[in-house]
Structures are given as C-alpha cells and as structure tokens.
C-alpha cells in the first residue's frame, strides 16, 4: 500500500462504513418520508464537516500555535450546528399532545449533536494519527537527507577559496610577524573544529552558531584592507536556544565572496536577532560586479532553503532581493 493512497482509503472507509451505520441510529425511514430536506440536509452536514476537518488539519495548526484559527473555525461549525437544530419543520398536527411536539424537538437536537461530537471525534482522532504520521516520515527524509548528503557536505564545508585565502592571508601575518598572527591561528582552528564536530549534531546553541560565524567574520576581516567595511550586529534574549548547525553560513560566506573589494568602496552587513522564539538572520552586501559563480550562489541559496523547510516546514521565510548595487537576504525562523 503506497502512503499517498492512505488518506483515500480512509475517507472512503467514513463515507462508505462509517457514515451509513450512524445514520442509521435515527428512524431515518420516518425522517426520510416525512422530513426529507432536514434528511438530506444532516446527511450533507455530516459528510461536510468531515472534510472540514480533513482540509483544516486542526492538529497541525495546533502545532504551528495558529489557536485563533482553530477557535474561529471551531466557533463556525458549532455556530452551524446550532442552526441545523432550529432547521424548519412542517407544522404539527393540531391533534398533537405539546409534550410529544416538545419530544420530537429535543430528540432532533440531541441527534444533531450527537452526529456532530461523532464525527469531530472521529475527524479529530484520524488528523492527529495523520500527523503523528507525517512527523514520523519528516523525520526520517531529514536523517535520509542528513546521511545522503554528509559525504558531499564535509566535502563542500571548507569552501578552497575561503582556504586559499585564509592561508594566504595567515601566511602573510607570518612573514611580517604580526601581532594578529596568534590569535588569527586560534581562530582558523577553532573553525576547522566547529566544521568537523558541531555538523555531526542535529541542532546547536544559537551562541555557537553566532561564535562561529563571529569569527569566520574575523579571519575575512583580515584579508580586506579599508575598502571593505563590515557591520556586524547579533542580539539574543536566548544563547540556548536550538537551531541546525552551520544554517546561516551560506549567506555570510557569499556576501563576502561576493561583496568585498580591494580598491571600491563597499560594505558587508551582517545582524541575528534572537527574540521571543524567533529568530531574525539578515545580511546584506554590495555587488562587486557579476561573477561567473552567481549560479553556484543560487544553487547555495535553494539548498540551505531545502534544509530549512525540512527542519522548520512552514515555519520560516527567506527572501532574496537585488536592488540597484545591492543584494540583501531577509531570514526568520519561528524556532518554537
């Protein structure tokens, strides 16, 4: 059985086994002759709020914290509910004892709302094993992504042009005995540490990612000369909140591949804000002419934009924009 026929097996089990018996609990030959448009009225109700439910994932939005549209929605089917209660009947026979009239309209109420919690129970019960389902199966295509793609990543991490010039730029600290030449060692290594250790884990501390990134924007700061002003602004209210390793790299590392000059003016701007569960990444860069490699800068952008819908699915938002010299990257991630 393939997952995709799942949903519709299960749909045809409700309207085919499902539904009938229930229906059947009412004397539907009497409402069906006597009352036939309040019949054929509740039998549509039942199959539509079944749909409803389907289509509105009420679980998944439960998930995502969107409790003002479970509410309305929740409000609206109670609200049409309460008015197939009051649905029109035809006159009573005048010879009709009041206590019987009375009767038959309670027990159409209590009908309704019988229909109406059965299949809310049901709806309800069926979306939460479907996304219990779908949090099993997005597992597993991350770890599958994660296995398929750690070879080809420990292979693209250390980009050889940010290598080349790393080494040109240590190399030159020792010719002219520096006193950066230390620290700058320190920090190179610490990257090389971070590449190999901290990519092996699912998430990291928001803290580590920004320190890494702090001094992966260090050691470029060493290679650029007055030309190339760099801004670089982070902000958290959480150091230990959890997020993807090496996530937000991609972007830094081409804005400085791509935004930097030895002789034009320039500047690279860099901020990650940390507030309230959520997470604001944004940078962005001057371009310093067109490259031949801005196509291997696009593909880098919709890669790290497949890792984030895998880790945050519809939980996040990333937009690129050129505008005039300018290239900007717009990131936020509702962590939690």
Known sequence: MRHANIPIYIDLLFCLLIIPPIIMVVPVEKWIVHHTAFMLTLIAYLYGLYFVYRKARIPQ?????????????????????????HFP?????????????????????????????????????IELIFELFRQILSKQE??????????????????????????????????????KTESAFIKFSNILKYMYSQTTSDTISVNNEIEYIHQYVDLQSLRLNKHTQIIFETQTDDEQVQIPPMVLITFVENAFKYGTSSDIDCTIFIRILVKDNKLLFETENTIMGEKQEGKTQTIGIEN?????????????????????QQFKVHLMIQLQ
């Open 89 to 125: 009947f035809p006159p009573p026979h005048d010879t009709m004892p009041p206590l019987i009239q009375k009767a038959k309209v309670d027990m159409r109420t209590q009908v309704v709302w019988f229909f109406f919690l059965v299949v809310t129970g049901f709806s309800l019960s």
């Open 304 to 324: 790290c934009r497949k890792r984030l819908n895998l880790y945050y699915p519809g939980r996040f938002e990333l937009t690129t924009q050129r505008e005039n």
């Open 142 to 179: 991350i770890e599958a992504e994660k296995n398929k793609a750690e070879l080809a990543l420990y292979k693209a991490q250390i980009n050889p042009h940010f290598l080349f010039n790393t080494l040109n730029t240590l190399y030159g600290l020792v010719l002219t005995k520096s006193d």
């Open 61 to 85: 939005l439960f998930m995502q914290h969107k409790f003002g549209s479970i509410i309305l929605l929740v409000a609206i089917l109670v609200c049409i509910t309460i008015l197939l209660t």
